[in-house]
């Protein structure tokens, strides 16, 4: 596609269940990013991958959190056990070389 | 202290007016330095990108980024009621494995007036 894709664009779950989100990266990006955008707390990383490894996880909060990426392309956010402080908008971005990164329009979380 | 020190405004000014927005941080190992138009409900949008230090022109956007003061600067000329939007700053080391994870201000909020 044009852009980068997340789905859902809005996801409204309770507290305790598990969610999956995903990013569709530009076509022939090879990194991508994951973010979190919070209120107070402003974006801040998650995991980046290159292909399909995660050299760099140190961004997630706990070990509820995971990301995969299959294909050199999709990827998956799995939150386990959702808890209310994971109430956020998810963003997706990815990029090509050095190039700057290009960033979906998130998916926005709500935990009840 | 975040190394990455934004305000956060909000700015209001008139259409017409040039805008200052700027950032300061305090890693001096970043070397790449962007600027993030984000509007309601929607993703950032990349405005500006600059490595290292110097000025960087585009239109009536202009990006500086002193790295001796570890301050970077966004300017917006004739400013539009259509800029009116959350302007963030981000930058990036380059980490093992060409990481470039993006280090984000808070962002400043803008309205500009008709």
């Known amino acids: 596609g044009a852009g980068v894709s997340q789905s859902p664009s809005n996801k409204v779950t309770e507290k305790g269940k598990d969610v999956e989100l995903r990013c569709d990266p530009i076509s022939g990006h090879t990194a991508l990013y994951w973010y979190r955008q919070s209120l107070g707390q402003g974006l801040e990383f998650l995991i980046y991958?290159?292909?399909?490894?995660?050299?760099?996880k140190s961004g997630l909060p706990s070990d509820r959190f995971s990301a995969e990426r299959t294909g050199g392309s999709v990827s998956t956010l799995t939150i386990q056990r959702t808890q209310q402080e994971d109430s956020a908008v998810y963003l997706c971005?990815?990029?090509?070389?050095?190039?700057?990164?290009?960033f979906g329009d998130g998916t926005r979380l709500s935990i009840l | 202290q975040k190394e990455v020190e934004q305000d956060p405004g909000p700015l209001s000014v008139p259409e017409g007016a040039i805008v200052s927005l700027n950032c300061t941080y305090s890693?001096?190992?970043?070397?790449?330095f962007m600027w993030y138009r984000q509007y309601s409900r929607k993703g950032p949008e990349l405005l500006m990108y600059t490595y290292s230090s110097g000025n960087k022109e585009d239109g009536r956007f202009t990006a500086q980024v002193d790295k001796s003061s570890k301050y970077i600067s966004l300017f917006i000329r004739d400013s539009q009621p259509s800029d009116s939007a959350t302007y963030l700053c981000a930058m990036s080391g380059l980490g093992a494995g060409n990481n470039r994870k993006l280090i984000w201000g808070l962002g400043t909020s803008l309205a500009v007036n008709p």
């Open positions: 971005a990815s990029s090509q070389d050095s190039q700057p990164q290009h």
């Open positions: 890693n001096s190992a970043f070397q790449y």
């Open positions: 991958f290159q292909g399909n490894s995660a050299p760099d």
